[in-house]
Structure formats: C-alpha cells, structure tokens
C-alpha cells in the first residue's frame, strides 16, 4: 500500500511549456483532489474529482486542467506554464468526499517556471 | 465553510504535553472538526478528526467543547519530531470538500 503517490517531485518549466503532475493512489478511494501551497500559505484547492469521469473546479482552477479516467489516476495538467505558477503542488484522495473520511496526502510536486 | 483561528505559534518543552487551542465559532451541526500537521514542506500529515465527541488516537487528542465552537489538540508527549506547523480545519459535508488550511499554528518542541 504506497498511498497518494506524486511524480515528479521536482520540474523546472519554461513559461509557456506545458506539463503534466502525476497523481496515483493505490487506496481504492473515490475522491482525489490538487492543492497548490505558496511560500508561508495555505493549501489552496485547484480542481476535485469524487469519481472516475467526474471532475469539478475548486478555488484557484484557471491555468489548470484535470481528467479522471480511473479511480486510481489524478493528473494535474498545466497547459502554458507562467511563474506564477511556482508552487509546491499536493495530490489528495479520500473514501468519499462526504465529511468524516481522514484526507491522505501525497508528498509533494515542487514546481518553478522561469 | 466555517473559519478558524488558531495562534500563530506556540513552545512547548520536550516530553510535556502540548496543548494547541482553535475557535471555530461558526461551525455547523454537520461538520467536522480535522487536525493536520505539515512538517518542513511535506505533505501535510493526518492527525485526528471529530464532530461532537472527545477522540483519542496514538498521536493525539481532540477535545471538543460542549457548544463546538472550540477545540484543542493535545500531543500527550512532545517530542523534537513534533516540531510542525498544525492546521485547524473544518470540513464542510459538500460535493467541493474544501479544506480552508489558513496559515496554523507553528509549534516548537524545546529540547
């Protein structure tokens, strides 16, 4: 059981480049969710899924797309990379999106667009 | 969702009890009061969660007044490892599920 697995852990971008933020977890869990956290923030919610082929925006979903082809597979889509976009980005699942469920997270995706 | 107001740091000496307060005056009945703590820049690491009751597990312990507008985490014996920055969430029962991190609590365990 590896839990909420991130790759890479690292990247740097170039503004304008595209990439994708692998999200996978092992943990049969409906609910998968991105956060990005800037320097001294909180976690700030980008986009949700509560299951395969659903998909819905959080709080700072613009520069951002996400599919749900599976129940384990999240992945995090920049599509014109900008440097405000330099975060540290956090990959989460749940059982359910309903309140009562413990939220696991992944390590972490440290992200820096030049 | 609910806010919550925690202090912006805490002390505490190694191997006492760490007491962490949170006010969360506008909860609702449905919701869920969670405590997470996020060491260095790692993923942020679950703790414990409750809605009306008292709860214990093998980190900690969350106590919840009587009106649930307020809760304290209880790390029985802190240790150096404890050093973290401790997030008061509550959850709100939607579709959306957005957990409001605010900027926690950073608590540091005094040799």
Known sequence: NAGVTQTPKFQVLKTGQSMTLQCAQDMNHEYMSWYRQDPGMGLRLIHYSVGAGITDQGEVPNGYNVSRSTTEDFPLRLLSAAPSQTSVYFCASSYSWQSGNTIYFGEGSWLTVV | ?111
């Open chain 2, 1 to 111: 969702d609910a806010k919550t107001t925690q202090p912006t740091s805490m002390d505490c000496a190694e191997g006492r009890a760490a007491n962490l307060p949170c006010n969360h005056s506008t909860i609702s009945g449905n919701e869920y009061v969670y405590w997470y703590r996020q060491i260095h820049s790692q993923g942020p690491q679950y703790i414990i969660h409750g809605l009306k009751n008292n709860e214990t597990n093998e980190m900690a312990s969350l106590i919840i007044t009587e009106d649930r507008k307020s809760s304290t985490l209880i790390l029985p014996h802190a240790t150096l490892r404890d050093t973290a920055v401790y997030y008061c969430i509550v959850r709100a029962n939607f579709g959306n599920e957005k957990l409001t991190f605010g900027t926690g609590t950073r608590l540091t365990i005094i040799p």
